[in-house]
């Protein structure tokens, strides 16, 4: 019989917003106030008040559990809970209602910088690291070795971290929480901060770790190492459970929650789902036919434009706008870029891109548009990204003459010609060419 290795119990964390209320250190301060502007004073307790009634539930009632050896995946988007629910099982907050119940040393990686000491060297943290889970010196010692490889910062080991940049600051984390025999590890999207090679390294090793019988929690935007990696997943919305079951089915989810109900023109200003660095530029998107007409209704083989508008603060002279499509269980089918195709573009002040895309491959189904925009030059830099933008529906229509496609024959569609050959055996330079071997097989 498995073993419970994390149980929650109608979870909820309540958190209180509003405007910050003006502070006295003192009651000689407050009576001043009073005294001076009464008026003021009277409408700063009002705002006070009123700020104190305004609170915003992360989590509520939320419940589920997971077994020993599991590998859950935890999606959502923005501001779903899925942070505050991983800082509550690592304890470093508290809930406000319901309990959290874990069985095991819980190894976390959260937001870059928790749980290390600034003023402490890499080697010093790694020790510090070890002491709150639990490890004796020796245990550690043994593990040193292979932690500070899988780091790769062995150059920079008896440098204080708070001279890491963010990349070395999750490399040594990372290393420290997956080496240290956690019985339960936390992930959160802090990956994303490495590098692609390093990503995929530490999702080799949770996938290592998962095998070995220890439980992973992994919450990520991306859907493939979340389908790579995760049997099942929990999707949040709201800071309750939406769907907790098998990874594909639980993106399908989280994909048909987040899609716009609105076809065709869709309004970006307050999307869901978006990631700006600096400040939103993407204001709206919309799908069009050759003839301008607007439509999210194609076939293979169609012309599809599609028109993004922007709003920028200054002009970009190097820009680039980039078009992820997904399918219906997250994966990314075809990407289209203006880099690609050497494009001269800028952006002034605000207006609107246009991209043609000539003869769609893309099989039937209902495929996400996913959209970033940024500087190209001198370094590539996105500086807004929505997801799920908008959506469209393809038919294969004629494409093939007649043809379908069957589920296991790819994602894409394409045209071929084909004849037959007589069986002499055909020369060509210094190869011998013969009838396939796979002749009949369909």
Known sequence: MSRVAVSVEGLGKRYHIGHTRERKDTLREALTAALRAPHAWLRTRRRGREARDETLWALRNLTFQVEQGEVIGIIGSNGSGKSTLLKILSRITEPTEGRAIIEGRVGSLLEVGTGFHPELTGRE??????????????????????????????????????????????????????????EILLVDEVLAVGDAAFQKKCLGKMGSVAREGRTVLFISHDMDAILNLCPKALFLSNGTCAYMGPASEAIHHYLQSVRPAESGVVDLRNAPGRDSEE????????????????????????????????AVREPIKAPYCMIHFLNDVGHRIMSVSSTHDHCDLSLEREGTLECRIRDIRLREGTYSIDLAIGRSSPVSECMDYVESATTINVQLGDYLGGGRLLDHQGVVAQKSEWSSLNNAMAVVGDSIVGPSRYVGLR
């Open 125 to 182: 943290n790694i020790y510090l690291n070890g002491a709150i889970l639990g490890m004796r010196r020796h245990e550690i010692d043994l593990r040193f070795d292979e932690i500070v490889a899988f780091a790769e910062i062995e150059r920079f080991l008896d440098m204080p971290v708070k001279r890491y940049s963010s990349g070395m600051y999750v490399r040594l984390a990372f290393a420290v929480a997956a080496h240290l025999e956690p």
């Open 279 to 310: 400040y939103p530029i993407l204001t709206s998107i919309s799908t069009h036919r050759p003839d301008g007409s607007v439509s999210s209704e194609f076939r293979t083989g169609d012309t599809l434009i599609l028109r993004v508008g922007y």
